[in-house]
């Protein structure tokens, strides 16, 4: 059996080197099954993309994938998902913070348990406490609205069967999180727990501006909350207005002591104008990855794709 792992990279030229020489010494004291590790640069602009090539691969088989262009993280993970030619597929990072030992114990609990898929759920983090809360609520909302088994803690890490390569293969979708995508196909899954690291080398390419683009991705791809919102915002500010309408003629008709003036058609205006471009944005970001489907355009660019076989001097 061939386990592959994928591990994007963007700028890692610092990381390049020590992660190579900690996958030697892990993996070349691994006896349960072949690797072949699948590195994907994601439009990387210094020196990761030589440091790769012309690294010492000497415990396991490498496949260098290029994009023409930075695709973003979860892109890199397909191209890595379609070239994989593991039994069993899973990922890691450049900066090492999900120790390596997980590629083992998620291999054994797939095979102990019999499942298509296998978790390492994050149980503890040495992020900030701001970081941390951001997750927290990320995970929430997603458990709320979108996917029920969402877990609290979130994950970066799993390991899946060739059956759940084919069906990720057959529907690469942009503008998604690859990993709620697996999480909402059905297939039979375990977990294991697992404690994260801090990052020993470099800094994180894991952006504010990325998070919100994930943020929204993952909920316009999988929950009609949004589309939901709008209609409930709607038929409340019906409803208000209704009300007000009704309350200005009775006090009208009654006491006739109202004055006219232009700061309350002001406020009137800026919440109901609000509200409406609230609105128009959310069914926009809808449209707008319908619009993107439809054209088809690819989900990444390979520039080239270099394989190499295990040093062995």
């Known amino acids: 059996m061939k386990v592959s792992i994928i591990i994007p990279v963007l700028n890692e030229q610092e990381n390049i080197d020590y992660l190579i020489s900690q996958l030697n010494l892990y993996l ?19 020196n990761t993309l030589s440091k790769l090539k012309h ?7 490498t496949q260098i994938i290029s994009f023409s262009k930075n695709f973003g993280s979860h892109a890199a993970l ?6 994989a030619k593991g039994d069993y597929i899973t990922f890691m990072y450049a900066d090492l913070q999900d120790p390596l030992e997980l590629i083992n114990q998620m291999f054994e609990n797939i095979i102990e348990m019999g499942t298509d898929i296998c978790w390492a759920f994050r149980n503890h983090t040495e992020a900030a406490r701001t970081e941390k809360l951001l997750s927290m609520t990320y995970a929430f909302f997603m458990r709320r609205y979108a996917i029920s088994n969402f877990p609290k803690n979130g994950f970066d890490i799993l390991m899946f069967t060739k059956k759940v390569q084919n069906c990720l293969n057959n529907n690469i979708e942009s503008n998604s999180s690859v990993f709620i995508q697996i999480l909402s196909l059905g297939f039979k899954q375990s977990g294991i727990n697992y404690s994260k690291r801090e990052r020993l080398i470099g800094e994180s390419k894991w952006t504010i501006s990325k998070k919100i683009k994930l943020l929204i991705d993952s909920f316009v791809a999988f929950s009609f909350a949004p589309i939901r919102l709008v209609s409930l915002m709607g038929i409340s500010f019906f409803i208000l207005g209704l009300v007000w309408t009704i309350y200005i003629i009775v006090r009208t008709i ?17 919440v109901g104008f609000g509200v409406t471009n609230i609105s128009l944005g959310i069914i926009a970001e809808y449209l707008w990855r319908t619009l993107d489907a439809s054209r088809n ?3 990444f660019v390979i520039d080239e794709i270099v394989e190499l076989h295990p040093i062995y001097n």
């Open 78 to 83: 397909r191209a890595g998902i379609l070239k």
């Open 254 to 270: 009654i006491f006739d002591d109202l004055d006219g003036g232009w700061p309350a058609l002001i406020s009137i205006l800026m």
């Open 28 to 46: 070349g004291k691994n006896r349960s099954f072949d690797t072949e590790v699948v590195f994907v640069n994601d439009g990387s602009s210094d």
């Open 297 to 299: 355009r690819p989900v």
């Open 55 to 61: 690294g010492r691969h000497v415990a396991y088989t």
